[in-house]
Antibody
Framework: QVQLQESGPGLVKPSGTLSLTCAVS?????????WSWVRQPPGKGLEWIGE???????NYNPSLKSRVTISVDKSKNQFSLNLNSVTAADTAMYYC?????????????WGQGTLVTVSS | DIQMTQSPSSLSASVGDRVTITCRAS??????LNWYQQRPGKAPKLLIY???SLQSGVPSRFSGSGSGTDFTLAISSLQPEDFATYYC????????FGGGTKVEIK
């Protein structure tokens, strides 16, 4: 059973860059799935950030596209998120998740999440 | 963008009750609708995919129905571990989630 684990700084300064990594175990990142990032501000709902395929193809949420980069490292079986120019509004629990290759595009495996706070 | 609207935003129910949650899409999404359960402090868990298919390992008291723009998640007999927040998610285009329905103990 595939497992995902997020890692990265829990505190980022305003205007800085949020960087997180998701390590995949129990399965290959080169499988026929998309690898996604989803976030959840405290007490609020879920927001899809973007996704990457092992080939390097990416899709991003249009509302975040100008600030987001997702990359993959197949040699380490992991993928990463960079979100630049962060503000307090980017404070959230960040989850990595495995998404189905095609419709209905469900997320069937999730990491435990990592809380990132944007504050000086 | 496809907007997903859930109702109610919260509900109170007792163990053994039948509970239904609705989700409406801003445009037709065929049957590309998924449901998740999120317990406090935990990651979401996939319950139902493609509107009505039960994810492996999920109890049969959970069921989903609907197509087009209107969908329903039903819990036939609420158990103590079912008190959680439930989210719908459309998989027709760029993924988007409903605002959530919190199921609380009456």
């Amino acid at each position: 059973q595939v497992q995902l684990q997020e890692s990265g700084p829990g505190l980022v300064k305003p205007s800085g860059t949020l960087s997180l990594t998701c390590a995949v175990s129990g399965g290959s990142i080169s499988s026929n799935n998309w690898w996604s990032w989803v976030r959840q501000p405290p007490g609020k709902g879920l927001e899809w950030i973007g996704e990457i395929y092992h080939s390097g193809s990416t899709n991003y949420n249009p509302s975040l596209k100008s600030r987001v980069t997702i990359s993959v490292d197949k040699s380490k079986n992991q993928f990463s998120l960079n979100l630049n120019s962060v503000t307090a509004a980017d404070t959230a629990m960040y989850y990595c998740a495995r998404k189905a290759w095609d419709r209905p595009n469900y997320f069937d495996s999730w990491g435990q999440g990592t809380l990132v706070t944007v504050s000086s | 963008d496809i907007q997903m609207t859930q109702s109610p935003s919260s509900l109170s129910a007792s163990v053994g009750d039948r509970v239904t949650i609705t989700c409406r899409a801003s445009q037709t999404i065929s049957s590309y609708l998924n449901w998740y359960q999120q317990r406090p402090g935990k990651a979401p868990k996939l319950l139902i995919y493609a509107a009505s298919s039960l994810q492996s390992g999920v109890p049969s008291r959970f069921s989903g129905s609907g197509s087009g723009t209107d969908f329903t998640l039903a819990i036939s007999s609420l158990q103590p571990e079912d008190f959680a927040t439930y989210y719908c998610q459309q998989g027709y285009s760029t993924p988007s989630f409903g605002g959530g329905t919190k199921v609380e103990i009456k």
